[in-house]
Every structure is written in structure tokens, then in C-alpha cells.
């Protein structure tokens, strides 16, 4: 589901109006790889990322997300940054900003497939050969596979 159910309710009420929202980025590690996704909306490949359902864990939504659009079954092992993504505005006219909350993720099964319609594709890259994409989902990756057991935390200054 591109639009979790809360979000189109939330939306009948405020309009376009910008929208808070938690967000989690699964990055899943197998070996020297990690799973990459190929958005249907841009076109751009990212680690899985998805929207923290009402009540739901943040870990469990992570491994949610990757059933989900990758069909891959993963287990949350640590939190590795804590972050605000720039607003987003979306083709229509929806505004919207996450807490986002990036989760190193062991695989356990499953071959990547694109499974849910927001994907195109999916796919393990090595590390040392992953596809262009923007600098902040190469530092999510980064965070998540180079963890060090210190949560990265932003700070205004």
C-alpha cells in the first residue's frame, strides 16, 4: 500500500497542509550486500523505507516494510541514526516530513522481488558497487553498515 490508511484519513481533514510523520529506512545487510529497492516514483534506488503505522513499533515497521515491498524477511538489530529529512512535497501537492529512524536489519529468507507496486525492482548490491543515489540514503547505508554500537543523533546548531 503506497498511502497508509491514517495518512488519506489525516488528509480529508488538513488538505495539502504539511504532515509530521515517523518514518523508518530498513537497511538490510546479507554478507557484503545490502537490499535496494527501485522506487516507482522516482525511479531511485534506496534502502526499504516506509511509514510508522499508529501503535507500531518502529523495529517491527521496518521489518514490516521489507516484507512488504521486497518480500525479504529481515530482524531489526539496531537503531543506527535518528534524523529530520527535508520537506517533501509530493507530485500532488501533499507536504510532508519524517522522523526517521534508519534500523540495521539481519536477512533471514526470501529473494527480492518488487512486491507491493511502490517498487519497480529489488535487488543485493555489494557495498563496494552500489547504483547512484542521493548522498543522504548513501549515509543512511553508511550509518547502518559501518555501526559501531553509537547511535547517530542530529543536532541543530
Known amino acids: 500500500m503506497a498511502t ?18 515517523s518514518g523508518v529506512t530498513a537497511v538490510v545487510v546479507n554478507d557484503d550486500s545490502v537490499l535496494l529497492v527501485r522506487r516507482s516514483d522516482t525511479g531511485e534506488w534506496t534502502p526499504v ?11 517491527v515497521a521496518a521489518e514490516r516494510e521489507t516484507l512488504e515491498e521486497a518480500n525479504v ?3 531489526a538489530e ?7 529529512t527535508d520537506p517533501i512535497r509530493y507530485e500532488n501537492g501533499d507536504e510532508s516530513q519524517y ?4 534500523f540495521r ?10 512486491a507491493d507496486g511502490e517498487n519497480t525492482d529489488a535487488a543485493w548490491f555489494p557495498l563496494t558497487a552500489l ?6 540514503m548513501v549515509e543512511r547505508i553508511r550509518s547502518a553498515t559501518e555501526f559501531s554500537g553509537t547511535t547517530r543523533f542530529e543536532r541543530d546548531e
Open 78 to 84: 539496531a537503531i543506527t541514526w535518528v534524523q529530520v
Open 99 to 102: 522522523i526517521d529512524m534508519v
Open 105 to 114: 536489519c539481519r536477512y533471514v529468507s526470501g529473494e527480492p522481488v518488487p
Open 4 to 21: 497508509p490508511d491514517f495518512v488519506l484519513a489525516l488528509r480529508e481533514k488538513i488538505g495539502n497542509a504539511p504532515l509530521w510523520l
Open 49 to 59: 523505507t516506509g511509514i510508522v503505522d499508529p501503535g507500531e513499533q518502529p523495529a
Open 131 to 136: 547504483p547512484p543515489m542521493s548522498a543522504n
Open 73 to 75: 524477511i529481515s530482524i
